[in-house]
């Protein structure tokens, strides 16, 4: 996307409001309204993927070392990945502001 | 040479799209619109035309199915009439908004309840906001004519929009009548191929129909009005290109013995004919009476109508509609919306009849004339009267 949806004006719009750019629907902040986000602790983690399985958004991916975490620009903060990970090596933090 | 035939309006709409080479028919049939699918329908089938004709189970699904074949850059036509419009409503807006240039025949019919088949321009005026282009033919041959001309305006480049052609649900749509059809000679090259810029392709794959959140659905709504708005000139472009070839010229806004009147009966649709009888028997006895038919709805023809009702005293309006609670006749409305910041307007006097189907007499057009003054010299101010009701 050349520009955010916010910066368009009515004549950036393509006709139809046909949308040229396969996937671009990706880099739209859909994480952006979530009043809690997830905060892991690596220690506790036994990198099983229950996380990883049971994320609706699907936004927790594996870092190098293999541990898990989420990509806050799509998370929603629906808590899933905390209550469902049974080490408790999840747990949420409340947005700030 | 184009040659003068015996017609059914419907048979002749089929015809025109039979010479604008449509690739895809997507349609339901519903009174009174049905024969010109059902010609349509024998024509695909007699391989006199190399289209889809796909059978669908509603009218929903048929404009569905025009907007699919349509966003693939196949020439796309369909019809209906009153229900069957009705329940096309949403994907209506859908055809719009997504820019794709099909194009749909309306035999103008009342809505239900009480169920009625017969015409009126209900259908119409529920559709008012959909974001298609929209005009009213009054003949076989205006409907012939303006069909052929719909693909070239529709489809072209500047343009792309959905584009409603209406006549009057029986009163036009089966009557028989003499008018002359073009041959596919005379036609050729009037209507380019369809170059739809996006087409759907798996080769250049794009999303349409995506979802626009607050952030972006105003700027897409001020994008389709600018959008709607300068079709225009290309409506007015095409209706020229057309008259220089084949002599019949259309018009937004025409008129009838209009020169001088103070008096003038605007409406739309196939009664404009019946009217010019009553124009007639009024001039003869000196009566400086005229008639403004509106031909183009959407984009509303502003300026050409504020232009013909400027020296006009009075102007009676006639509406085949009611906006139940609300102002009246719908026509009535936007001809009084767009006259009020001008400087100096006509009297307006609102007539609703022809509801359902009911005829509308030429004496009942000079009744209405008769009305206006008795109206306007008592001071009586009323917000519309309907013709012909039963007390
Ligand atoms: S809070 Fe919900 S959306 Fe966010 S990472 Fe956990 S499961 Fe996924
Ligand atoms: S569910 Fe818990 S233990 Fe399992 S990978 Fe996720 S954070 Fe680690």
Not at chain 2, 126 to 141: K, L, M, P, S
Request: aromatic residues 10%.
């Amino acid at each position: 996307m050349a520009k955010h949806d916010y910066e368009m004006t009515w004549k950036d719009l393509q006709i139809g409001c046909i949308v040229t750019e396969p996937g671009s629907a990706s880099q739209y902040k859909t994480g952006d309204w979530k009043s809690q986000h997830p905060v892991w602790n690596k220690e506790r983690c036994i990198k099983c993927g229950m996380c990883y399985l049971f994320c609706p958004e699907p936004c927790i991916g594996q870092d190098a070392e293999g541990y898990f975490e989420a990509n806050l620009f799509y998370c929603k903060g629906c808590g899933i990945c905390a209550k469902e990970c049974p080490t408790t090596a999840i747990h949420m933090v409340e947005e700030e502001g | 040479m184009s040659k003068r035939v015996g017609m059914e309006a419907s048979f002749a709409i089929a015809e025109a799209a039979k010479l604008a080479e449509t690739e895809v028919v997507a349609a339901y049939p519903i009174t009174p619109q049905t024969h010109i699918v059902e010609r349509l329908s024998e024509i695909v089938a007699d391989g006199e035309l190399d289209a889809e004709f796909i059978c669908v189970e509603s009218e929903h699904s048929a404009m569905s199915a025009c907007i699919g074949s349509s966003a693939v850059g196949a020439r796309t036509f369909t019809a209906t009439a009153g229900q069957g419009l009705e329940l096309m409503h949403e994907v209506l807006y859908v055809a719009a908004s997504s820019r794709l240039p099909i194009v749909m025949a309306v035999a103008n019919r009342a809505l239900s309840g009480p169920l009625n088949v017969w015409g009126d321009h209900s259908d119409v005026m529920a559709t008012r906001d959909c974001g298609w282009i929209q005009y009213f033919t009054e003949n076989a041959q205006e409907a012939f004519d303006l069909t052929l001309c719909a693909f070239k305006i529709a489809e072209a480049p500047e343009v792309l929009f959905p584009l409603m052609v209406h006549l009057d649900g029986f009163h036009v749509s089966h009557v028989v009548e003499p008018l002359y059809l073009l041959e596919k000679e005379e036609i050729a090259g009037f209507i380019p191929p369809l170059r739809y810029p996006f087409p759907l392709d798996p080769r250049k794959p794009v999303t349409m129909g995506a979802f626009a959140p607050p952030v972006l659905y105003t700027e897409s709504k001020k994008a389709l009005e600018v959008a709607l708005r300068s079709t225009k000139e290309t409506i007015l472009r095409v209706w020229k290109e057309f008259g220089d070839a084949f002599g019949r010229y259309y018009n937004p806004v025409e008129s009838y013995r209009a020169e001088d009147a103070d008096t003038l009966l605007l409406a739309i649709g196939s009664f404009t004919e019946t009217a010019t009888v009553a124009i007639d028997t009024l001039r003869d006895r000196g009566e400086k009476v005229g008639l403004i038919r509106l031909r183009l709805w959407r984009p509303f023809p502003f300026d050409e109508v504020r232009a013909a009702l400027r020296s006009a005293q009075q102007v009676i309006i006639f509406d085949r509609a009611i906006s139940l609670g609300g102002p009246g006749g719908p026509l009535c409305s936007e001809i009084k919306s767009a006259l009020y910041q001008e400087p100096k307007k006509p009297k307006i006097v609102s007539f609703i009849g022809g509801l359902g189907g009911r005829d509308i007499t030429p004496q009942q057009f000079e009744q209405m004339f008769a009305r206006c003054r008795e109206l306007i010299d008592k001071k009586i101010d009323v917000e519309y009267e309907t013709i012909g009701v039963r007390e």
